[in-house]
Every structure is written in C-alpha cells, then in structure tokens.
C-alpha cells in the first residue's frame, strides 16, 4: 500500500504543481497531451506492477484488494489537497 501511494501521489503532483503561487489549475487541466500520456503509461505501469503476478513477484508487493485501492486512493487525494492548501497559505496576496 506504501508503494501504491508514494508512487501514484508522485505522478499526480505533476499536474498541482503546474505553478507554485496559483491554487487554481490555469487554463485546461488536460491541455498538455505528452503529461497526459505519459501519465496514463505510468499509471499503467503502476498497476501492472501491483497486478501483474510476474512484475509483483519481481517489486515483491502483493496485489491490493479494492479496500484497500480505495484507501491509497484516499491517501493521495489527501497530499494533493494539502499541497493546495500550502499554496494558498504560503503565497497568499496580503
């Protein structure tokens, strides 16, 4: 699950991290295609490893019931939201 969740929150700070002052996403979120693809293939790798018996075996991880999918998931939404938060307080127009 500490995998799943380093990994996956990772590859989605890439696109909160678009500017370190604005909290707002600036223009489309899925305006660059080469994020947008590169994230589905990474995304596809993570799953692969997590699922794929032969990959698992290799990163010695077990697969992840969906209890437990949902939690990670939880737990990256978490760090992204914080993130937001920071920005908005650290950069605040006073």
Known sequence: MCFFTLVASELLIS??????????????????KFLNISMLLSMGILFATV????????????????????ICSGLVLV?????????????RKV
């Open 15 to 32: 696109y909160v991290s678009k500017t370190e002052t604005y909290t707002k996403l600036r223009g489309s979120l899925f305006a660059n």
């Open 79 to 91: 760090c992204l939201t914080w993130i937001e938060f920071s920005k908005k307080i650290l950069y």
């Open 51 to 70: 699922y794929v018996p032969f990959l698992a075996e290799l990163f010695t991880v077990v697969a992840l019931n969906p209890m437990q999918l949902a």
